[in-house]
């Protein structure tokens, strides 16, 4: 890309270190300190009953932070997020700063366009 040519949204791919970049800064420092849910069924998780009802929190700086999601949980390794020839590849739910599912935020996909065309134009200047 030029430094003189204006970044669109079909750039976005082309260039995966940037939304790489983008995963492991909010994984490192999250926009909102967590989640909470309340469960709508008896769950059993990890051999626990959680009843219908119970308020759940989820503390992404608990989940981001722990070396059993992420290895080097405190370096800033952006190429942990890239697909070509990484097998140490994340692939789970320890980061999620934008909620997951049908809760999950509805401006996610607009707030990580607009921030990866601002990465793509600070890294072209």
């Known amino acids: 890309m030029r430094k003189d040519q204006v970044p669109v949204a079909d750039d976005v791919p082309k260039l995966p270190l940037i939304r790489a970049v983008l995963k492991e800064t909010l994984r490192l420092y999250p926009v909102l300190p967590g989640n909470g849910r309340v469960t709508q069924k008896d769950l059993i998780i990890g051999g626990y009953l959680i009843p219908k009802g119970t308020q759940l929190a ?68």
């Open 58 to 125: 989820l503390c992404h700086y608990a989940t981001s932070y722990s070396e059993e999601n992420f290895s080097e949980a405190n370096e800033f390794r952006p190429e942990r997020w890239l697909r070509k020839d990484n097998l140490d590849r994340v692939d789970n739910f320890g980061s999620i700063p934008f909620g997951y599912g049908i809760r999950s935020c509805v401006g996610k996909r607009i707030a990580e366009l607009e921030i990866h065309l601002a990465l793509i134009q600070v890294r072209t200047m």
